[in-house]
């Protein structure tokens, strides 16, 4: 199974930017859809963004659409988040998945999970 490590989080100022990435291990990554989720403290986690396993289609959640964008370079093996004009409701630990599908009523992940990195937007 692909193994996932998150880096880049941290603390920013409101209408600030961060990107994180995700590292992945095992030669199949580029077989995968890869996305990343947050989870905010007391919520459930949610859907964040998604991108197909070649990089030709990307998919958001409504509440960031327009100001997160998420990449991949499967030569790296790595998925990115740049997350643009950010909120502090944008705070919460982000996890990136692999094999993520969307299975009609919302996003599945069928593979494995990083650990999370922590997002703290100040205002």
């Known amino acids: 199974q692909v193994q996932l490590v998150e880096s880049g989080g941290g603390l920013v100022q409101a209408g600030g930017s961060l990107r994180l990435s995700c590292a992945a291990s095992g030669r199949t990554f580029s077989s995968y859809g890869m996305g990343w989720f947050r989870q905010a403290p007391g919520k459930e986690r949610e859907f964040v963004a998604a991108i197909t396993w070649s990089g030709g289609s990307t998919y958001y959640a409504d509440s960031v659409k327009g100001r997160f964008a998420i990449s991949r370079i499967n030569a790296k093996n790595t998925v990115y988040l740049q997350m643009n004009s950010l909120k502090p409701e944008d705070t919460a630990v982000y996890y990136c998945?692999?094999?993520?599908?969307?299975?009609?009523?919302?996003?599945?992940?069928?593979?494995?999970w990083g650990q999370g990195t922590q997002v703290t937007v100040s205002s």
């Open positions: 998945a692999a094999d993520v599908r969307s299975m009609g009523s919302g996003w599945s992940v069928l593979g494995s």
